[in-house]
């Protein structure tokens, strides 16, 4: 059926092309602006936070700071482990005396608060000055974890002036905490520091390749997210600095009308935080400037994917939040595009559907894609090249950031390595990108349509190797739907096969994708070939070396390094060297 020449299919297809513009265009222009003062301004960070810009490195810590960490159900060992090489980098620089550990405990089950206490009990006792670490259990997990640090807060606010915010798979230098506390210092104003986090090192395919493409794509695509949203900026909930008293008094989640999983308590408390914060007269701001700020990446598709899924939920709970009174337009700007982020992904898997239907339509209206060996111009296919354009733009920004420098390209192994490792990061995102998009649409459609809910746990930190029947029982609906847009297009549009290719390719081969991807192997051969070589890898930062467990297999020259011990070992030795000397 045709409207004035245009068929419904059609129609559709540009009404789902629309819905996901602003996410794309976004994207688009944070990386192209952010390549554009990378490279050709005199002072980037002079341009998007000129606060920072002018602070010295040198300047006098007065603030008394709380870094804090919130867990549940978490690791101890892994915990301590983190806690410790961040505490002995804060007191190498000097300034160790200005700052204290919280360790905010929501862990429900007794055997894991057994092991938490005991681990840092542990911890402390090895210390110098063990009245620095404090660890404390709620009884009642009120509010996730942003109600367990406003409990923290309203404790414990009066004694500190900012504050450090951790995941409990984050990881900050010494340095870069006095940066962002020297930061705060200088703009009274400043509410909210939020630090560029990138990967750590990476033991699976999976996480190698997905912190590959987002280590070499922060920088320009930060910096230019950095300069639009200027003082109205994210915050992504870890690894930020934070004034206390004003988050205190101003940043306190409000209760969402009507029932979960869109009401009650809000999940995404990050954002919200932010604009909160931002209403109250105080600035947030990124520093979008490569530091000592990392976390760790899920090491496999399905960790991936449950990640996502939950952010997904916790996002769509801000269209309740959009007409809330008082905020500025950029901070409406910032909780609309957290919305269309989801968004986007039904509106790419309504396009291939529409794009299927479309093939069968009468002759007329896909005449244009018959001729066989000619090239299609159809409708479909010049908005499928868009969207691919905008979308991959972003990262090709980024990693055309990085080859433009030598030194940028020494720092990931080398021009061949990074080359090499942007081809293959490529394929991986060709392959990635439409199962995302599918997980995305089918939660959307059982969130809204039937309230269903994937809960908020603690995350698999270690990862493990996923098999065939665990993959096969959480991907055959990306499978079966890939298979379906197979026998369509063969049937009714066989020319559109070979565009439609790296699409379908990525539904078919989600099974076997999700399996090889998640083994130790396959990024261990990754590693000895320098394929998705970071910087972090190729000269890792003694906290990185003190935390990462993969990095035997991934350092420069192939020689093992002893992951970091709480009874004394190699990398605890390197770190117990820097602060030989006492606190000024």
């Not at 509410?191 to 390749?209: C, D, E, H, N, Y």
């Not at 600035?283 to 952010?311: A, I």
């Not at 890898?537 to 991934?554: C, F, G, I, T």
Request: hydrophobic share 50%; with cysteine; proline share 6%.
């Amino acid at each position: 059926m045709n409207v004035d020449g245009w068929s419904i299919p059609e129609m559709a297809m540009f009404v789902c092309f629309v819905a996901s513009l602003p996410w794309i265009v976004i994207g688009f222009w944070n990386g192209v602006i952010g390549l554009a003062l990378l490279r050709f301004a005199r002072d980037p960070l002079d341009v998007v936070i000129p606060c920072a810009a002018r602070v010295s490195d040198e300047g006098a810590i007065t603030s008394r700071t709380a870094i804090v960490m919130c867990i549940r159900h978490e690791d101890s060992q892994r915990v301590v482990r983190r806690l410790d090489a961040i505490l002995r980098s804060v007191d190498a620089t000097g300034f160790g005396e200005a700052f204290d550990v919280h360790v905010l405990s929501d862990t429900t089950r007794d055997d894991f608060a057994a092991d938490e206490r005991a681990a840092i009990e542990g911890w402390r006792a090895g210390l110098v000055r063990p009245e620095r670490v404090f660890y404390r259990r709620r009884a009642v997990n009120k509010g996730f974890k942003a109600g367990n640090i406003r409990e923290f807060l309203l404790e414990r606010g009066d004694d500190y002036e900012v504050m450090i915010t951790l995941d409990a798979d984050s990881v900050m230098s010494g340095p870069t905490i006095l940066r962002l506390v020297r930061v705060m210092q200088a703009n009274p104003k400043l509410g909210i520091l939020q630090s560029l986090v990138v990967g750590l090192p990476a033991r699976t395919a999976f996480a190698r390749m997905f912190q590959f493409g987002m280590r070499a794509s922060m920088r320009s695509y930060t910096m230019g997210a950095a300069w639009w949203s200027a003082d109205c900026g994210p915050y992504w909930g870890h690894n930020a600095a934070i004034r206390v008293a004003p988050f205190r008094d101003h940043a306190e989640l409000p209760e969402l009308p009507g029932a979960p999983p869109l009401g009650g308590v809000i999940l995404s408390h990050d954002q919200v935080e932010a604009v909160l914060i931002r209403r109250a007269g105080y600035e947030v701001c990124v520093l979008p400037e490569e530091s000592g700020s990392w976390e760790d990446n899920p090491t496999s598709l399905p960790d991936f994917l449950r990640r996502n899924l939950r952010w997904c939920q916790g996002n769509m709970q801000y269209v309740k939040l959009l007409g809330m009174p008082g905020l500025r337009l950029i901070s409406r700007v910032q909780l609309l595009l957290a919305i269309l982020m989801y968004v986007s992904a039904p509106a790419w898997i309504g396009f291939m559907i529409a794009g299927a239907a479309q093939a069968f339509g009468p002759p007329s209206v896909i005449g244009d894609l018959d001729p066989p060996g000619s090239f299609p111009v159809g409708l479909s296919i010049g908005l499928f090249l868009v969207m691919l354009f905008l979308t991959f733009t972003p990262k090709l920004m980024g990693y055309l950031d990085v080859v433009m420098s030598d030194r940028e390209s020494a720092r990931y192994g080398g021009t061949g390595a990074f080359v090499a490792g942007t081809a293959a990061e490529l394929l991986f995102g060709f392959l990635l990108a439409p199962v995302v998009s599918f997980s995305v649409t089918v939660f959307l459609v059982f969130l809204l349509g039937f309230g269903a809910s994937v809960g908020w746990e603690a995350q698999d930190r270690d990862g493990h190797r996923v098999g065939w029947l665990e993959a096969a029982s959480k991907l055959w609906p990306a499978t079966l739907f890939g298979v379906a847009l197979t026998v369509t297009l063969a049937y009714a549009a066989p020319q559109v096969l070979l565009w439609a290719s790296p699409v379908i390719a990525s539904f078919l081969l989600a099974v076997p994708f999700t399996v090889i991807t998640s083994t130790d192997a396959l990024g261990a051969l990754a590693a000895r070939s320098r394929l998705g070589a970071t910087p972090e890898e190729m000269a890792p930062p003694v906290e990185v070396r003190a935390v990462s467990d993969s990095l035997p297999a991934m350092v420069r020259y192939g020689a093992p390094l002893a992951p970091f011990r709480l009874d004394g070992g190699e990398t605890g030795a390197r770190l117990s060297a820097m602060v030989e000397e006492p606190a000024r």
